[in-house]
């Protein structure tokens, strides 16, 4: 119900009051009897519309709590992205003073985050850099679009690094520049960034249930759940129209797969090494975590390579040809150096690299019996196979 509604509502009732108090002492005392009557059954009617009207405004309230409640959340979930994103990010102003920054930007610049606010970004650029960083600043006036370009930056202390500017100019409705919103990334990033993540996705095991498999064990799948790797190998596998089992990933510690990432009809997970552990993460945790979908952004990435490295080898016509570069790139995937090679960890049936290949058993066997005679292959006492340098 409109505020404004109730108000009037309100002042009608005065009125009606208002008017009946007058009729009142103007009226004989016999008639006064009926037109209290009549005062009674208008306060009653009044009473009842104040009553709907406050249950109204009660539903209102209880839905603006709720959706204020919803923003908040939205806002806290976007700061959190904001402050730990793991390039360094800034808001400044068009003339390029900083309104906002995040951790990495108070690392990347060796200052306390509370004190980047207010300090110009060109204090940040080298004395023979800056003729060029104001040419670049200038030009973002005429442009709504995304500018990136190299240059020089130092830290509070001085030391220098290359850095790629990546900058997106916000204009308000009128079209006057506001704010420029900045990523800031050195050359080094892309492999920092990468350790952290590796380490973040050990630390994802941490404090969490254990669930163990062992050779051989299907896994359960279920569509709100995202199975994380903590030791051993998972053989992720789907099935051909003739029924064969195809290899479409190898999920190793740190990585993570799900039913809820597949549109395939049949998709299965089976132990491949003794002693398999994994941890169970939920999607709505995710959803819920900025942190957890960072981590497991770049590592949903590795698995998707995997898989289209697999279909490339699929692809390939000549069967031997697949066997060679299937065994390239499990050398890459889990190849251990060895005296003379590469030894790979884990042990796959001809049955398994049959699948891989979309091939025969029998296929497989002859092949890799004619790459043992050449040299090029060995198998140990254990059946694990040795890929032979060829040097």
Not at 21 to 28: E, I, L, M, S, W
Not at 241 to 268: H, K, N, R
Not at 298 to 317: C, N, V, Y
């Amino acid at each position: 119900m409109n505020v404004e509604l109730f108000a009037q509502q309100i002042q009608n009732i005065h009125w009606r009051i208002a008017e009946m108090y007058r009729g009142t002492t103007n009226t004989p005392a016999d008639s006064q009897t009926d037109l209290l009557s009549v005062a009674f059954k208008e306060l009653g009617i009044a009473s009842e519309e104040l009553q709907v009207a406050s249950e109204e405004l009660m539903q209102q309230t209880e839905e603006l709590a709720l959706t204020r409640s919803q923003l908040e959340a939205e806002y806290r979930h976007y700061k959190e992205l904001f402050e730990f994103m793991p390039l360094a990010y800034l808001v400044t102003s068009p003339q390029g003073k900083i309104q906002e920054a995040n951790h990495a930007a108070a690392t990347l610049f060796n200052v306390d985050l509370w004190k980047l606010s207010g300090k110009l970004l060109i204090k940040f650029i080298p004395l023979q850099e800056r003729s060029e960083f104001r040419s670049q600043l200038n030009q973002l006036y005429q442009c709504n679009w995304v500018q990136e370009w190299r240059t020089l930056m130092h830290c509070s202390q001085g030391q220098q690094f290359k850095v790629t500017l990546s900058v997106v100019p916000v204009s308000d409705l009128e079209g006057k520049l506001v704010s420029l919103r900045w990523i800031v990334r050195t050359i080094n990033d892309r492999k920092q960034i990468f350790k952290m993540l590796t380490n973040q996705g050990n630390d994802l095991c941490q404090d969490r249930p254990q669930h163990f498999y062992t050779k051989g064990e299907v896994i359960p799948l279920e569509p709100q759940t995202i199975w994380l790797v903590h030791q051993g190998l998972v053989k992720l596998t789907t099935m051909s129209e003739d029924g064969d089992e195809v290899l479409i990933g190898l999920a190793s510690p740190s990585l993570p797969f799900s039913s809820c990432w597949t549109s395939l009809p049949t998709y299965q997970a089976i132990a491949l090494s003794d002693n398999v552990e994994l941890v169970r993460i939920s999607l709505s945790e995710v959803a819920e975590s900025p942190h957890l979908s960072q981590v497991l952004f770049p590592k949903l990435g590795e698995r998707i390579r995997q898989t289209e490295s697999l279909l490339a080898i699929a692809g390939r016509r000549h069967i031997q040809e697949r066997l060679y570069y299937l065994l390239l790139w499990l050398k890459q995937e889990v190849g251990q150096p060895v005296p003379h090679g590469v030894r790979l960890k884990i042990r796959l049936t001809h049955q398994d690299l049959a699948n891989a290949c979309c091939t025969t058993r029998v296929t497989i066997t002859r092949l890799l019996g004619k790459l043992q005679k050449q040299g090029k292959i060995k198998i140990d006492s254990k059946n694990y196979i040795h890929l032979i340098d060829e040097s």
